[in-house]
């Protein structure tokens, strides 16, 4: 599983997905968010402001990626 430090209190969806290299335009995220194919801690998300806070899990075409504090 693959992990994104927070730099702030917390990074937004379609930012995580660039991050972690699950999609390599904003565009394309915002589409995959809106398509449905998104999930964090286990459930279908749609908007691509969704705020991620250290703990929550970003699945995408298999991958999973873990929000962590930068402590």
């Known amino acids: 599983m693959e992990t994104i430090?927070?730099?702030?209190?917390?990074i937004k969806l379609g930012q995580a997905l660039k991050a972690a290299?699950?999609?390599?335009?904003?565009a394309q995220a915002k589409t995959v968010i809106q398509e449905g194919l998104v999930s964090v801690n286990g459930q279908v998300?749609?908007?691509?402001?969704k705020k991620l806070y250290a703990g929550d899990?970003?699945?995408?075409e298999g991958q999973t990626v873990k929000i962590v504090d930068k402590s």
């Open 5 to 10: 430090v927070l730099r702030d209190e917390f």
């Open 21 to 26: 290299g699950l999609c390599d335009t904003g």
């Open 45 to 49: 998300e749609t908007q691509r402001g």
């Open 57 to 60: 899990e970003v699945s995408f």
